[in-house]
């Protein structure tokens, strides 16, 4: 059985930082592409960055970029996201997200697995 485990989430001040990380259980991690959504209240779930199979290719959202970085430990079935100068408009549920190689994750991909959510709160 699949399972996706977030951790890492909590309250924060604007301007300060957090590490999220999924680890994946039921899949041969390797072959999956991992990714990170996040969805506020009253708003659709909403792509935030990915990271491909190898590691070597990513991808982010434009309100993101220069601000987290997405990476994964292989070995550990692990894919974290790493946010800094945190906003308050980044305030949302933090969805892990799966696909299997060669598809790539980004806005609009067929996710195959999701992980159960962190909730990310930023304060002013």
């Known amino acids: 059985q699949v399972a996706m485990v977030e951790s890492g989430g909590g309250l924060v001040q604007a301007g300060g930082s957090l590490r999220l990380s999924c680890v994946a259980s039921?899949?041969?991690?390797?072959?999956?592409?991992m990714g990170w959504f996040r969805q506020a209240p009253g708003n659709q779930r909403a792509f935030v960055a990915s990271?491909?199979?190898?590691?070597?290719?990513?991808l982010y959202a434009d309100s993101v970029k220069g601000r987290f970085t997405i990476s994964r430990d292989n070995a550990k079935n692990t894919v974290y996201l790493q946010m800094n100068s945190l906003k308050p408009e980044d305030t949302a549920v933090y969805y892990c997200a799966a696909a299997q190689a060669p598809r790539s994750l980004g806005p609009g991909t067929i996710v195959d697995y999701w992980g159960q959510g962190a909730q990310v709160t930023v304060s002013s």
């Open positions: 990271i491909s199979w190898s590691g070597i290719g990513t």
């Open positions: 039921g899949v041969t991690f390797s072959l999956y592409s």
